[in-house]
């Protein structure tokens, strides 16, 4: 998801706050997901979308996710593989040109809608959805809502692994026989999650890492509220990162880990023209 860095934000406590027009975060009656009890390996999972970004390198005025593939906004997509995988309570952040997505969204039922009216991060968006994540005491899937090729099978993957094995934080992975531009998944010696190291930070030993992170995590609600103020945006691009809740779930010695089990079709991201070109195909071939 495109950000816009801001140079006054120093910490999470100075962030803006999930809101609404009238202050709150916008919410749909309650339904699947809500009142299930801690520890309970089988509580409903809900999701978190990220959708606040623009399209500027897509050569449209649209938000990302409205850029149609197919002639559908590519994230209702991602919506009905996040359905389909059973999640019930989705929680789409918006941003740039709000109306329009949920203006576009209205026939997608029990869709909650939380504000992050600053850009400041990937972190940053997910603590504006503080509110929702309060009351859930699941897993909590969250995902890019500009990755149209998301697959129900990975979703379930990773949320029975979650549940089985009582994980904090699980990431889908891959591996990518071009991991150019990725995050790359570090693991000891023993095989063993480490951490995600992105590749201008990535020694020339760990740019040859295959396995890659596709944004695409499964948390455990109370364990990532736990930890959602701990991460700080003293980087070059002055932002909240999404990929720091793992190391901070480490560092509290809970359960984290990275599962490759998404499809190599999950790997084809849209930046460009010709990469939603090449989307579409897949989509066709497909059957989508």
């Given at each position: 998801m495109t950000t816009n860095p801001s140079p006054d934000a120093t910490n999470p406590a100075s962030a803006p706050r999930p809101s609404t027009p009238n202050g709150s975060v916008s919410a749909a009656p309650q339904g699947i997901g809500e009142g299930s009890q801690a520890g309970n390996g089988t509580a409903p999972a809900m999701a978190i979308v990220l959708a606040a970004g623009k399209g500027t390198r897509m050569q449209t005025d649209?938000?990302?996710?409205?850029?149609?593939?197919?002639?559908?906004?590519?994230?209702?997509?991602v919506l009905d593989s996040l359905r389909e995988a059973g999640v019930g309570r989705i929680t789409v952040v918006v941003g740039y040109r709000q109306e329009l997505v949920r203006e576009?969204?209205?026939?997608?039922p029990d869709l909650d809608?939380?504000?992050?009216?600053?850009?400041?991060?990937?972190g940053h968006a997910v603590?504006?959805?503080?509110?929702?994540?309060?009351?859930?005491?699941?897993?909590?899937v969250i995902v890019a809502g500009d990755s149209p090729m998301l697959q129900a099978a990975s979703i379930?993957?990773?949320l029975e692994t979650t549940r089985q094995q009582s994980m904090a934080c699980l990431l889908g992975t891959l591996h990518s026989p071009d991991p150019t531009g990725l995050g790359r998944i570090v693991r000891?010696?023993?095989?063993?999650?480490?951490g995600i190291v992105e590749e201008k930070d990535a020694t020339e030993q760990q740019r040859k890492i295959t396995e890659v992170n596709m944004s695409t995590y499964v948390f455990d609600a109370p364990a990532l509220l736990g930890v959602l103020d701990s991460i700080d945006n003293r980087n070059q691009q002055g932002e909240y990162y999404l990929t720091?809740?793992?190391a901070?779930?480490?560092?509290?010695?809970?359960r984290v880990d990275a599962l490759p089990v998404l499809q190599p079709i999950e790997a084809l991201s849209i930046n460009t023209m010709e990469q939603l070109a090449a989307v579409e195909v897949a989509m066709q071939n497909a059957n989508r």
């Open positions: 649209l938000p990302k996710v409205l850029v149609p593939a197919l002639g559908r906004p590519i994230i209702t997509y576009a969204l209205a026939a997608y809608f939380a504000e992050q009216t600053q850009q400041l991060g990937t603590m504006c959805c503080r509110s929702t994540l309060e009351p859930h005491q699941g897993p909590v379930n993957k990773l000891d010696p023993d095989g063993r999650f480490t720091d809740y793992p901070k779930l480490l560092d509290q010695g809970l």
